[in-house]
Nanobody, 124 residues
Framework: QVQLVESGGGLVQAGGSLRLSCAAS????????MAWFRQAPGKERVFVAA????????YYADSVKGRFTISGDNAKNTVYLQMNSLKPEDTAVFYC?????????????????WGQGTQVTVSS
């Protein structure tokens, strides 16, 4: 059974930083794609960042470029999201997603596996 477990969310002031982690178990994603999406209250879930297990190519939403960094550790089957210069508009539930294949990174419908989400709240 595949599980994705997110951690690292919390409450932070604007301008602060948080680091999210997503640990996968049950199968490896070293040749696939892992990503972060987020869903703000009353809004749809949207793409944040993704990383390829093979080669390490990364992709970012325009709204987080230069502030967020996605990285992965294939040995630990874990992906991270370092979030700096956080803004109140970053407040959302952040979800980890993973797929064992080479999917269109920005499309949530392409991912087979999802975590339960972790809340990030940025106060002004």
């Amino acid at each position: 059974q595949v599980q994705l477990v997110e951690s690292g969310g919390g409450l932070v002031q604007a301008g602060g930083s948080l680091r999210l982690s997503c640990a996968a178990s049950g199968r490896t994603f070293s040749t696939g794609t892992m990503a972060w999406f987020r869903q703000a209250p009353g809004k749809e879930r949207v793409f944040v960042a993704a990383i390829r297990g093979s080669g390490g190519s990364t992709y970012y939403a325009d709204s987080v470029k230069g502030r967020f960094t996605i990285s992965g550790d294939n040995a630990k089957n874990t992906v991270y999201l370092q979030m700096n210069s956080l803004k109140p508009e970053d407040t959302a539930v952040f979800y980890c997603a993973a797929d064992p294949g080479w999917v269109t990174a920005t499309l949530g419908s392409q991912y087979d596996y999802w975590g339960q989400g972790t809340q990030v709240t940025v106060s002004s």
